[in-house]
């Protein structure tokens, strides 16, 4: 069955391609807004510039939703261009999209933007929720004011949800895919103390998530979209190791972390900072996570014929009935 029409501005990289794949699979409509689009795409790709509103503005007329995941990947330097750059293209797409949607006559149902929980910046051991307020430094400031941009748009006859998106674990990109190379020739150690957290979530979980942004009508305002068991840095690589079938590798220590990271044009800060976070609206509102024990994520990633998780094993770190806990309520958090 032929469902409604769904575009995706920037939906082109790793999670674009995967929620495209989904989407359309259950029979949805899926657009792709993209700078440079291909013929062989899968999907319909159609040319897009956030600069100027054009022929892809007429793609959100009617459509069942747009989920914005544009903005210049910060893997890279923090140049005070690129600085420039990842800033202005969060605040471009998300107010041409804006404009473009004030126009519709008949508009988007609803507006799903992708942000991202470097909203607290570095924030060490404290348990972080959607109240929690903004941190410090370059990231934190970036989210913030991408936020208020996004929360600035008098939309009334669209809905919107503002989805503060953690890692996502999956083998097809990533910084997963970084960190799998590098445990690979035996760089797998913990970065740094080890201290700081991974607010962790399976890529299969981030798709639910939207989608479940997307077809529930009481989804609404901001969401942290992240596992509700996030773990150290040094239990994530720990548990990286073992589901690569490598052994112990030696710490790598925050001096080395910050040259190798500068060697390969990227920011060391992106390893050695962490945040605690939890999804604490999403369990209020019954969502439930089909991977909250990080062991479980990564070896259904890494299963050598992409095979299905043991559904026994998939219930590990749940409550009855598979619903997601609050690691809140539960003692000794921080390992799933």
Same mark, same amino acid.
């Given at each position: ?7 995706? @501005? ?13 989407? /359309? ?15 062989? @795409? ?71 933007? @992708? ?7 570095? =924030? ?50 990533? =910084? ?42 009481? =989804? ?71 991977? /909250? ?9 890494? =299963? ?33």
């Amino acid at each position: 069955m032929l469902r409604g029409r769904i575009v995706l @501005a920037g939906g082109s990289g790793f999670l674009g391609r995967a929620l495209a794949e989904d989407l /359309t699979r259950d029979g949805y409509q899926v657009v792709v807004l993209t700078r440079r689009p291909r013929p062989n @795409a899968g999907v319909r790709q159609v040319a897009w510039d956030e600069r100027n509103a054009g022929e892809w503005a007429r793609e959100l007329e009617g459509a069942e939703a747009v989920v914005n995941l544009a903005g210049r990947s910060v893997n890279c330097l923090y140049t005070r261009r690129n600085r420039r750059e990842i800033l202005s293209s969060r605040l471009r797409s998300v107010r041409a999209l804006g404009r473009a949607i004030e126009k519709c006559e008949r508009p988007p149902k609803v507006f799903v933007q @992708a942000a991202s929980l470097a909203f607290h910046g570095d =924030a060490g051991p404290r348990v972080l929720d959607e109240t929690a307020a903004a941190g410090k430094g370059f990231s934190a400031d970036v989210c913030a004011r991408w936020e208020r941009a996004f929360d600035s748009l008098a939309l009334p006859r669209t809905r919107k949800v503002l989805l503060r998106v953690g890692f996502v674990l999956g083998r097809s990109g990533g =910084a997963l895919q970084t960190l799998s190379r590098l445990a690979r020739i035996g760089l797998g150690g913990t970065v740094g103390e080890g201290r700081q957290y991974v607010s962790w979530i399976h890529l299969r979980d981030f798709v639910r998530v939207v989608r479940w942004s997307i077809e529930r009508e009481e =989804a609404a305002g901001t969401y942290n979209a992240t596992g509700p068991w996030p773990v150290t840095n040094a239990e994530f690589m720990c548990e990286l190791r073992c589901a690569m079938h490598k052994r112990w590798a030696p710490r790598v220590p925050a001096w080395a972390v910050r040259l190798g990271a500068f060697l390969m044009g990227t920011e060391g800060e992106l390893a050695l900072a962490g945040r605690r976070c939890l999804p604490e609206r999403l369990i209020s509102q019954h969502f439930k996570f089909l991977y /909250t024990n990080l062991e479980t994520a990564l070896a259904d990633i890494f =299963a050598e014929h992409g095979a299905e998780p043991d559904g026994e094993k998939v219930k590990k770190g749940r409550g009855e009935e598979g619903k997601a806990l609050s690691p809140r309520a539960t003692p000794g958090v921080g390992r799933a």
